[in-house]
């Protein structure tokens, strides 16, 4: 009989990942078998999942809360699964979704009902991730109709800038020593630069 493993994925550092732990130990994965990534579902480039698929062995069972624990791809999903039940060999078990079991129904029609809700489910997850991200870009635009500003705050222009600037055409200072004076970039420099001579010439 193969060994016993677990996968479990959170999307960020922030997030907590004992619930999922708790339900795989509950199920009778040994602590020291469960591998744990803190990072996007997106694609399959994690550090600790390619550790443990490179541990799996034909035989094997892996344990997984939920299917999107595994990925949020939907072409990626479908493709890990052939690979780890098909080419490895392993067992996998998603334990919110019984039907996903392939120790079970291993004839044709449990292999057929599990590929079809494997589809529908991985369907799913990309789709949730998609209508995220379409709510965060339309939260970002909202926020930026109303007046809130991202990335860095602008810098803010000295009260003496034009006295700066009048030293500099005067050759008095270098472009060094004026942005030191005005703590900015010289892309910023020459920006506000543009600004205030536009200003001046209406």
Not at 60 to 67: K, Q, V
Request: hydrophobic share 35%; aromatic share 8%.
């Amino acid at each position: 009989m193969g060994k016993v493993y677990g996968y479990v994925r959170v999307s960020s550092a922030e997030q907590n990942e004992q619930r999922q732990v708790i339900a795989l130990k509950k199920a009778g994965v040994p602590a020291s078998n469960i591998f744990t990534d803190k990072q996007s579902g997106k694609d399959f480039y994690r550090k600790n999942y390619k550790k443990m698929v490179s541990v799996l062995k034909q035989g094997d069972l892996l344990y997984i809360l939920s299917i999107d624990r595994l990925g949020r791809n939907y072409a990626e999903i479908q493709n890990q699964w052939r690979i780890l039940t098909k080419e490895t060999g392993i067992d996998i078990c998603v334990l919110d979704m019984p039907l996903l079991d392939t120790r079970k129904g291993k004839d044709l029609m449990g292999t057929f009902i599990a590929d079809l809700v494997l589809q529908i489910l991985s369907f799913v997850a990309e789709n949730e991730r998609e209508n995220i991200r379409k709510r965060q870009e339309q939260g970002i635009n909202a926020a930026k109709k109303r007046g809130v500003r991202f990335g860095r705050p602008e810098s803010a222009i000295p009260d003496d800038f034009e006295n700066i600037i009048k030293e500099w055409e005067n050759k008095c200072i270098n472009i060094e020593q004026v942005l030191k004076k005005c703590h900015m970039s010289k892309s910023t420099f020459y920006r506000k630069l543009r600004e205030i001579r536009l200003k001046q010439s209406y």
